[in-house]
């Protein structure tokens, strides 16, 4: 089994930061990837940001310059830095891992979310 656990959502103001962490736990032989996506009431879930195990980075147009992902393959553990947080960016955001478990094969797993809120 794989969990993936998802902290540090809140509300902010717009203008703000905020941090989010994401720790994947379990039987896990190695993550190829791992990325954040969001979504925003009655709006499909899109990509943020995704980090590969190399640490090459992509971000979605809207968030360049202000959202950092970073992982730490040591702890199995993916962040988004969010900067100059505006009212847009107010959605639940989600953990993606794509992985190889141990003794099988790669699969792609979420959080369960975390509720970001910038209000105006």
């Known amino acids: 089994q794989v969990q993936l656990v998802e902290s540090g959502g809140g509300l902010v103001q717009a203008g703000g930061s905020l941090r989010l962490s994401c720790a ?3 039987s896990i032989f190695v993550i190829n990837s791992m990325a ?5 009431p ?3 879930r899109d990509l943020v940001a995704a980090i590969t195990s190399l640490g090459s980075t992509n971000y979605a147009d809207s968030v360049k310059g202000r959202f950092t992902i970073s992982r730490d393959n040591a702890q199995n553990t993916v962040y988004l830095q969010m900067n100059s ?16 478990v ?3 094969g790669r699969d792609n797993y979420w959080g369960q979310g975390t509720q970001v809120t910038v209000s105006s």
């Open 85 to 100: 947080l505006k009212p847009e960016d107010t959605a639940v955001y989600y953990c993606n891992a794509d992985l190889n």
């Open 42 to 44: 009655g709006k499909q």
């Open 102 to 104: 141990l003794g099988g």
């Open 24 to 26: 994947a736990s379990g």
């Open 36 to 40: 954040w996506y969001r979504q925003a």
